[in-house]
């Protein structure tokens, strides 16, 4: 499998002008069937996401919030956030010498998350914190004024 990165039209010419030229069609005289893919290019969540999301934002959320009087660490809350907003991941396997599959839960990480599901993951998290909560953080102070901050 060949994958590139389209930055500009000249660049994206000449990698498909050779993609054509050479690849393709020996692979379809040779009797290969071809899947051609174009997506847009997502990049993953960033440094400063994740910075903002563990120094600012379950910082506050763990100096603040509490449940039934209990409070938790960052970490603590990061957790209850990936259940609450993420979920699990569900996978089934056959074992051998077991009639049934197994299952296996897996909780899904914020690492998984691109740019804007994180910005997204983010803005739902403070929100719930400060609804559910009365979490205070700071007037004007989300993601995107952080982005522009910093």
């Given at each position: 499998m060949?994958?590139f990165?389209?930055?500009?039209?000249?660049?994206?010419?000449?990698?498909?002008?050779?993609l054509?030229?050479?690849?393709i069609?020996?692979?379809?005289?040779a009797?290969?069937?071809?899947r051609?893919?174009?997506?847009e290019?997502?990049?993953?969540r960033?440094?400063r996401q994740n910075?903002?999301y563990w120094?600012?934002?379950?910082?506050?959320?763990?100096e603040?919030?509490?449940?039934?009087?209990?409070?938790?660490?960052?970490?603590?809350?990061n957790?209850?956030?990936?259940r609450?907003?993420?979920?699990?991941?569900?996978?089934k396997?056959?074992?051998?010498?077991?009639?049934?599959?197994?299952?296996?839960?897996?909780l899904?990480?914020?690492k998984?998350l691109?740019?804007?599901?994180?910005?997204?993951y983010?803005?739902?998290v403070?929100?719930q914190?400060a609804?559910?909560?009365?979490?205070?953080?700071?007037?004007?102070?989300?993601?995107e004024?952080?982005?522009?901050?910093?």
């Amino acid at each position: 499998m060949k994958e590139f990165v389209l930055f500009n039209p000249v660049q994206a010419h000449g990698v498909l002008a050779a993609l054509f030229r050479e690849d393709i069609k020996a692979q379809t005289i040779a009797g290969h069937r071809l899947r051609l893919t174009l997506a847009e290019v997502e990049d993953d969540r960033t440094i400063r996401q994740n910075r903002f999301y563990w120094g600012f934002v379950l910082r506050i959320i763990s100096e603040q919030a509490q449940v039934e009087g209990i409070g938790a660490t960052a970490e603590g809350w990061n957790q209850y956030y990936k259940r609450m907003f993420l979920g699990y991941r569900i996978a089934k396997t056959k074992l051998p010498g077991k009639k049934r599959p197994s299952i296996t839960r897996t909780l899904r990480s914020t690492k998984d998350l691109k740019v804007k599901p994180m910005s997204d993951y983010l803005d739902k998290v403070m929100a719930q914190a400060a609804t559910t909560f009365s979490v205070a953080f700071p007037a004007g102070i989300g993601w995107e004024n952080y982005r522009e901050q910093r």
